[in-house]
Structure formats: structure tokens, C-alpha cells
């Protein structure tokens, strides 16, 4: 008995004064707060991201659009063409002038799953009960020497992200996706880091993607981010076909 109770005074005294979090929901509210806040993150109406990419020998431009309500638009640009995919909610579609299209043509529940998922404003982890995710606390990892909380989260898809939380700072500085396309699952790595903080919450400026276990990256440096711009919804709707066949002499 008198052991136990020195064991337990042993606990009390030395316990950390800031003890360190114990459940996933509690590392995910450390994440949201280090991010700024959730008043801030719900604040957000609208974002715009403009960034260069480089891979290899390409260089371009990439713009992202978010809005509320799950709308997303992606605009990649290189020598004066520019391929977009958007989604408005409801519809995924796209333009892509480099596959010889002109026109918009949709995109399937399957190709779209990665766009539909980065419309998610706060993103996945935020309110993730409520989105129909499900989120499990796998202890720590280490991401090039730095010691992690691993967080598994099983999109309400099936589809799993693994994220990589900071122990000192609890901001995401990678994550893994696991997407099941067609029958076959891809897996990919997102690296993020140079954060910065606009309108009171704290964006990665540098992020890195690519397949799991391999060297082919594409990088991301961010050069702007736009809070609450004006976007209207005709941004992300499916415009009309362009090429349309127009009335020749003889069918005058």
C-alpha cells in the first residue's frame, strides 16, 4: 500500500505542468488553435492561392479558389494555356486545352475525389465527426527528425489521410492519402512547411507532393493567399461548350 501511494505521489509531482494531449481529439483541438483558432477559420468566406510550380524543367502558375459550401477551382497555367478543374458543390468538371479540348467536359465521382476533397475550406480534420470522418490517435512519428502526432483519419469515401502533426507546434508538416481510384489504391505524400500567418491564421508557403517512395515531386511555392475576395458562383459552375457548330450557307 505504501508503495502504491509513493507511486502515485511520484505521478502528481512530476507531471508537466502543460501535460501533453492524450486523445486524438484533443492533439486535433491543439491543431485547430495553433492554426489561429476556429472563429478565424470559420471567418474565412473565400480563398485565393496563387502559387509557382516547378517540377524538373516545368514552370508554371497555379491559382486555387475556395469558397464556402464546398466550391473549388484550379487554374494551371504554362505558355499561355491553362487547364482548369472545378467543382461547384454538385458538379466536378474540367477544361484541358494540352489533351486537344477546348470545351468543358465533367469528371467522374472517381477522378474527382481529390478536388472535391481540397474544397473543404478548413479541411478534413476540422469538425471531422460532422463531415462523417472518423479520426484515431496512432501515437508519434518522426518526419526527417522531428517527432510527430500520427493521426490516421478514414474519410467518410473509405479513404484514408494520415497526417503528421508537430509535437512542439501541432501544425501539419505532412500528410499521406490513400485514394482508391478504379479499383487500385494511390498513395501520395504532401510535405508543408514555411508557415506564415494571413488574416490571423497560419498557411504552409512552401508544399511539396508526390507519390509515396519516390523522388518525383512536384513543389509548390506560395506567393500569395487572398482571404475573403470576392468569387461568384458562376467561377466554379460548368460553362457552356464553346464549340458549338455554327450555321453554315447551306443550312441557312
Same mark, same amino acid.
Given at each position: 500500500? %505504501?508503495? &502504491?501511494?509513493?507511486?502515485?505521489? /511520484?505521478?502528481? +509531482?512530476?507531471?508537466?505542468?502543460? /501535460?501533453?494531449?492524450?486523445?486524438?481529439?484533443?492533439?486535433?483541438?491543439?491543431?485547430?488553435? /495553433?492554426?489561429?483558432?476556429?472563429? %478565424?477559420? *470559420?471567418?474565412?468566406?473565400?480563398?485565393?492561392?496563387?502559387? *509557382?510550380?516547378?517540377?524538373?524543367?516545368?514552370?508554371?502558375?497555379?491559382?486555387?479558389?475556395?469558397?464556402?459550401?464546398?466550391?473549388?477551382?484550379?487554374?494551371?497555367?504554362?505558355?499561355?494555356?491553362?487547364?482548369?478543374?472545378?467543382?461547384?458543390? *454538385?458538379?466536378?468538371?474540367?477544361?484541358?486545352?494540352?489533351?486537344?479540348?477546348?470545351?468543358?467536359?465533367?469528371?467522374?465521382?472517381?477522378?474527382?475525389?481529390?478536388?472535391?476533397? /481540397?474544397?473543404?475550406?478548413?479541411?478534413?480534420?476540422?469538425?471531422?465527426?460532422?463531415?462523417? @470522418?472518423?479520426?484515431?490517435? +496512432?501515437? @508519434?512519428?518522426?518526419?526527417?527528425?522531428?517527432? &510527430?502526432?500520427?493521426?490516421?483519419?478514414?474519410?467518410?469515401?473509405?479513404?484514408?489521410?494520415?497526417?503528421? +502533426?508537430?509535437?512542439?507546434?501541432?501544425?501539419?508538416?505532412?500528410?499521406?492519402?490513400?485514394?482508391?481510384?478504379?479499383?487500385?489504391?494511390?498513395?501520395?505524400?504532401?510535405? +508543408?512547411?514555411?508557415?506564415?500567418?494571413?488574416?490571423?491564421?497560419?498557411?504552409?508557403?512552401?508544399?511539396?507532393?508526390?507519390?509515396?517512395?519516390?523522388?518525383?515531386?512536384? *513543389?509548390?511555392?506560395?506567393?500569395?493567399?487572398?482571404?475573403?475576395?470576392?468569387?461568384?458562383?458562376?467561377?466554379?459552375?460548368?460553362?457552356?461548350?464553346?464549340?458549338?457548330?455554327?450555321?453554315?450557307?447551306?443550312?441557312?
Amino acid at each position: 500500500m %505504501k508503495r &502504491c501511494l509513493w507511486i502515485a505521489l /511520484a505521478v502528481v +509531482l512530476f507531471l508537466p505542468a502543460g /501535460a501533453a494531449p492524450q486523445t486524438v481529439d484533443e492533439v486535433i483541438a491543439k491543431n485547430v488553435e /495553433a492554426r489561429g483558432g476556429l472563429d %478565424k477559420l *470559420r471567418a474565412i468566406k473565400t480563398l485565393r492561392m496563387t502559387s *509557382r510550380i516547378s517540377e524538373e524543367d516545368l514552370r508554371a502558375t497555379f491559382v486555387q479558389e475556395n469558397k464556402r459550401d464546398g466550391k473549388i477551382r484550379r487554374d494551371f497555367s504554362i505558355q499561355g494555356m491553362t487547364r482548369v478543374q472545378a467543382y461547384d458543390g *454538385r458538379t466536378a468538371w474540367r477544361i484541358n486545352p494540352f489533351g486537344g479540348r477546348k470545351d468543358p467536359e465533367l469528371i467522374s465521382a472517381e477522378d474527382s475525389k481529390t478536388l472535391v476533397d /481540397a474544397a473543404d475550406l478548413e479541411g478534413p480534420l476540422v469538425d471531422y465527426k460532422q463531415k462523417g @470522418h472518423t479520426a484515431e490517435l +496512432l501515437g @508519434h512519428d518522426s518526419v526527417e527528425g522531428t517527432d &510527430c502526432y500520427k493521426i490516421k483519419l478514414t474519410l467518410k469515401t473509405g479513404d484514408v489521410r494520415l497526417y503528421y +502533426l508537430d509535437a512542439d507546434s501541432f501544425l501539419e508538416i505532412k500528410y499521406e492519402s490513400q485514394v482508391k481510384v478504379r479499383g487500385a489504391v494511390q498513395y501520395t505524400e504532401t510535405l +508543408l512547411g514555411d508557415y506564415e500567418q494571413v488574416g490571423g491564421v497560419y498557411f504552409p508557403f512552401a508544399i511539396e507532393s508526390g507519390p509515396v517512395d519516390s523522388e518525383e515531386r512536384t *513543389r509548390f511555392t506560395v506567393e500569395k493567399i487572398e482571404l475573403n475576395v470576392t468569387l461568384d458562383d458562376s467561377v466554379f459552375s460548368l460553362p457552356p461548350a464553346k464549340s458549338e457548330a455554327k450555321p453554315t450557307a447551306a443550312t441557312k
